[in-house]
């Protein structure tokens, strides 16, 4: 029905970048706050960055000021701009896109590995 697919994600060594993408189908992009979502081995998911339909964004302390959410609602996409790569920052990337109200959901993209090591 609804399908996230997630591109950019790879090798990359600390202070580098990377620009991650997410596509998502349907009708659905324009109503939905848009986010990106990590999740390293052993430790749980954790909120990255968020955009709301209207273009507010908020960021996780950790990756404020490195990292840049923006949205193309003309190619139902989301990116994440990613700079000044940390090894912490290695971590499955996930893309989500949700609604709350009269007709709520919550989807989901595969996930993309992102990554950085010398």
């Known amino acids: 029905q609804v399908q996230l697919v997630e591109s950019g994600g790879g090798l990359v060594q600390p202070g580098g970048s990377l620009r991650l993408s997410c596509a998502a189908s349907?009708?659905?992009?324009?109503?939905?706050?848009m986010g990106w979502y990590r999740q390293a081995p052993g430790k749980q998911r954790e909120l990255v960055a968020t955009i709301t339909s209207g273009g507010y964004t908020n960021y996780a302390d950790s990756v404020k000021g490195r990292f840049t959410i923006s949205r193309d609602n003309a190619k139902n996409t989301v990116y994440l701009q990613m700079n000044s790569l940390k090894p912490e920052d290695t971590a499955v990337y996930y893309c989500n896109a949700q609604r709350r109200g009269l007709y709520e959901y919550d989807y989901w993209g595969q996930g993309t590995q992102v990554t950085v090591s010398s």
């Open positions: 349907g009708s659905i992009f324009a109503s939905s706050a």
